[in-house]
T-cell receptor, first 111, second 113 residues
């Protein structure tokens, strides 16, 4: 079993829809949670960074962490075609010095 | 201004050859990383350096040798290339040794024939 599980998709939704992307994890030591966006043939770009449980909002993006369920989510409101990309979750434990990534979910927003 | 840059962007070479990939960051970060991303998009850490010192070496074959001449540069040399080395290699940097908040370069697409 991988430390971080993420459905690779693909996920295809119409423009304007609310998108929900999720990851589950098995290591209870994880405390830092990140979402990266990767466009085709580009490097991953840091979107959201949260520490421990709770919600964080940035514009159309909301990250949620539920440590009791070992489950994290990224919500995209009013999705745009420019949001079409692969979204990777990543997490790290205290003092771990490295990130563990999910496989990434490929998302397409259709105009 | 490019924050994390890598050269070359594409690299096509034959089995058995030796090649190098270079990475530079102008963010002033102390920590740099090499990752390998396979065809299924799975991103896996290979090495991490903090201020020129190796801190992570993730069971990578010793054909791969990183080198950090200063804290802004991290290079990757690969000896005796194999077909299975074909992948995209990403360099990243972080302002924290905890590994959080990593900023990635554009990647080097290596194809071994």
């Amino acid at each position: 079993q991988k430390e971080v599980e993420q459905d690779p998709g693909p996920l295809s939704v119409p423009e304007g829809a609310i998108v929900s992307l999720n990851c589950t994890y098995s290591n209870s030591a994880f405390q830092y949670f990140m979402w990266y966006r990767q466009y085709s043939r580009k490097g991953p770009e840091l979107l959201m960074y949260t520490y421990s449980s709770g919600n964080k909002e940035d514009g159309r993006f909301t990250a949620q962490v539920d440590k009791s369920s070992k489950y994290i989510s990224l919500f995209i409101r009013d999705s745009q075609p420019s949001d079409s990309a692969t979204y990777l979750c990543a997490m790290s434990g205290q003092g771990a010095q490295k990130l563990v990534f999910g496989q990434g979910t490929r998302l397409t927003i259709n105009p | 201004d490019t924050a994390v840059s890598q050269t070359p962007k594409y690299l096509v070479t034959q089995m058995g050859n030796d090649k190098s990939i270079k990475c530079e960051q102008n963010l002033g970060h102390d920590t740099m990383y090499w990752y390998k991303q396979d065809s299924k998009k799975f991103l896996k850490i290979m090495f991490s350096y903090n201020n020129k010192e190796l801190i992570i070496n993730e069971t990578v074959p010793n054909r791969f040798s990183p080198k950090s001449p200063d804290k802004a540069h991290l290079n990757l040399h690969i000896n005796s290339l194999e077909l299975g080395d074909s992948a995209v290699y990403f360099c990243a940097s972080s302002p924290r040794t905890s590994g959080t908040e990593q900023y990635f370069g554009p990647g080097t697409r290596l194809t071994v024939t």
